[in-house]
């Protein structure tokens, strides 16, 4: 059993002479406490609830919940960047609170990228069979001049090589939103930074949901979509009519200005038919 954070602050309190009202401590560690005679109640009508010992508060928290320093174990919980070992240090638990180890993303790259981290200059150089994982994501800041290319899928990622034809002079770094789009740590760093998105995902309701639902609404004017020139005869000759009957519209088109995605949602409406990015990786399907 831990000792939940509401009862450990009001102990402190206690602790540090300050007296509460009993029906404002009502738990059975405070029943456990007063039968132990560390805490008693004071007056008739509205008791209050005292310390009587602080010393065999201390022993009784250490014995019954690994519990060293009330103070400590109140700001590990509230603690934002909080580590396993700093937990094992005031509570013997390395699983008190759920801790993300591995925040941050993916980022690739087929040229020179100059960045900052915490404040550092630092050049990101492509490796093939190498990815960079961006851990301290809140202190990486790309130059400015870099446009943020979002992927969706990793095949797309892994090949950014064979895909250099459809950004020509741009300096680009890629960033993966797999695996770690769950904790929208992406959204929050691009939101942070002056650098353009543009979003380059699937050609069909799914990937234009996830563009509008995950970054066009947080990101505004900053996010745009790629959509190669020649989308309309690649959906016709390569589209997927499963992907059209199977998925259904989460966004509302309404709110789309961008002319060249209602061109893409109209072209997906013509056919039937819906496109996966991975097309792309293939330079012979793209034409000017």
């Not at 831990?2 to 007296?19: F, H, Q, R, T, W």
């Not at 002319?259 to 949602?265: D, K, M, Q, T, Y």
Request: hydrophobic share 40%.
């Amino acid at each position: 059993m831990k000792l939940p954070l509401n009862i450990a602050k009001k102990l402190l309190l206690l602790e540090n002479g300050d007296k509460i009202p009993a029906s404002k401590l009502k738990h059975t560690i405070i029943q456990d406490l007063i039968g132990e005679g560390i805490l008693h109640k004071s007056g008739r009508i509205k008791s209050a609830i005292q310390i009587s010992d602080k010393e065999q508060l201390n022993l009784f928290l250490q014995n019954h919940y690994a519990v060293n320093d009330l103070n400590s174990y109140i700001d590990a919980h509230e603690k934002e960047d909080l580590t396993r070992a700093e937990l094992v240090a005031v509570a013997a638990d390395s699983k008190l609170r759920s801790i993300r180890t591995f925040k941050g993303f993916l980022v690739n790259c087929y040229a020179p990228i100059e960045a900052t981290l915490n404040n550092e200059s630092i050049t990101i150089t492509p490796k093939e069979g190498i990815f960079n994982f961006i851990y301290d994501f809140e202190k990486f800041v790309p130059a400015r001049d870099i446009t943020i290319v979002g992927i969706e899928n990793s095949e797309n990622f892994r090949y950014i090589n064979k895909q250099k034809y459809l950004f020509k002079k741009q300096k680009i770094l890629f960033v993966s939103r797999y695996p770690q789009n769950q904790n929208r740590d992406l959204i929050k760093w691009l939101q942070t930074i002056p650098n353009n998105y543009l979003h380059f995902g699937d050609f069909d309701f799914a990937g234009i949901g996830i563009y509008v639902n995950e970054f066009k609404k947080y990101l505004g004017d900053k996010a745009t979509f790629f959509i190669p020139d020649n989308i309309d005869s690649l959906i016709r000759n390569s589209g997927s009519k499963k992907r059209y009957d199977e998925q259904k519209i989460n966004f509302d088109i309404a709110k789309i200005k961008e002319e060249n995605v209602l061109n893409l949602i109209a072209s997906i409406h013509k056919y039937k038919k819906g496109l996966d990015q991975e097309i792309l990786i293939n330079e012979g399907n793209y034409v000017n």
